[in-house]
């Protein structure tokens, strides 16, 4: 049974989005926020 690397860091990835969701929603408005005012 061997996991590629991939699937593997898609999960952890997928962990982490799940567990801080708040935070990067927060980080992507803040870079939202940057690029629209750079306009």
Known sequence: MT???VIRMYC???LLV???KGVVLCFIS???KH???DR
Do not use: E, G, V
Request: proline share 7%.
């Open 3 to 5: 996991r590629s690397p």
């Open 18 to 20: 799940r567990k801080y």
């Open 30 to 32: 803040a870079i939202m």
């Open 35 to 37: 690029i629209c005012s």
């Open 12 to 14: 952890m990835l997928y």
